[in-house]
């Protein structure tokens, strides 16, 4: 096969710009391609819905990859194994009796298995602002290209519609901060209503308190991960895994939930 340069580009352009409008509108546009974006992403995506994913770094992962302090294991407890076993990644039981799996390896099996799924995740693009509607409901995000804002260039952003959009961005909930700055009168559904922000470490608690916590925080927009303790005021855990993952799971399944009484109610 001849290579020509300008039919790669056409491939390229045209293949991405097709996808690219498919996804305008989507059922579930998520901040954040951490450990509790991409799983709520997985199932999502296996429950049929349309699913994005937008993150702000050029590769997926977000702080799993790192493991603790760049020892490159995370701890992961029993309930989320099934989680990390249904992509394929490899867990040890510890001397401690805890579950370990490679960081490297685990984050990446659960991208490719938001990927299989059917989720859709765009490097490189940062959620700067939400799309509100009437009640002030969040209806989608407002992206752009992460570098046009390294690069202080003035570049307007574009608009994605979306039924729900979930603010997986971890330790800076930045949507949901972005939310309370837009629209400064809003009450989060929060113990303040506003974000309380997270707490010092305490594995324990922080680790108990994501999965509850775990919801709709204000109409339209769902919290998933490190931003759930953020905005809730919950402690930090460090490099133990599973309510991360646990909390993109109960998100997906919120939200399939209701968007399954939606369409039941038409
Ligand atoms: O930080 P991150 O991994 O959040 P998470 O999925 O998991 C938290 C753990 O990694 C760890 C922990 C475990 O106990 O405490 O910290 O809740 O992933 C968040 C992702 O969101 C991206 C960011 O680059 C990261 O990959 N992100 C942040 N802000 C934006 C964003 C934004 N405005 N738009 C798009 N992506």
Do not use: C
Not at 9 to 22: P, Q, W
């Amino acid at each position: 096969m001849e290579l020509n340069e300008r039919d790669i580009t056409r491939a390229i352009v045209k293949e991405a710009t097709e996808e690219f409008l498919n996804n305008l509108e989507v059922d579930v546009a998520i901040a954040g391609g951490g450990p509790a974006g991409l799983t709520a992403a997985m199932y999502l995506a296996k429950g049929g819905l349309r699913v994005v994913i937008f993150e702000r770094k050029l590769n997926y992962g977000g702080g799993m990859p790192g493991g603790g302090m760049l020892f490159p294991k995370v701890v992961v407890q029993k309930e989320a194994i099934p989680i990390l076993r249904s992509v394929g990644t490899r867990l040890k039981k510890s001397h401690e009796g805890y579950y370990t799996a490679d960081s490297v390896e685990a984050i990446s099996r659960l991208g490719v298995g938001a990927m299989d799924a059917g989720a859709r995740i765009y490097p490189a693009i940062s959620v700067e602002d939400i799309v509100i509607r009437e009640n002030d409901r969040v209806s989608g995000v407002v992206i752009n290209f992460s570098v046009i804002k390294t690069a202080g260039l003035h570049v307007d952003p574009l608009g994605i519609l979306s039924k729900y959009v979930i603010d997986a961005t971890g330790h800076d909930a930045d949507v949901t901060r972005t939310l309370t700055r837009k629209v400064p009168d809003v009450k989060l559904d929060t113990f303040n209503g506003g974000v309380v922000g997270e707490k010092s470490m305490w594995a324990e608690v922080g680790e108990r308190e994501i999965t509850r916590y775990t919801g709709e925080v204000h109409p339209g927009l769902f919290l998933a991960g490190m931003s759930v303790n953020a905005v809730y005021g919950l402690p930090r855990m460090g490099a133990i895994f599973g309510g991360m993952l646990l909390s993109g799971k109960k998100a997906a399944e919120m939200i399939l939930e209701r968007l399954k009484k939606r369409k039941t109610k038409k």
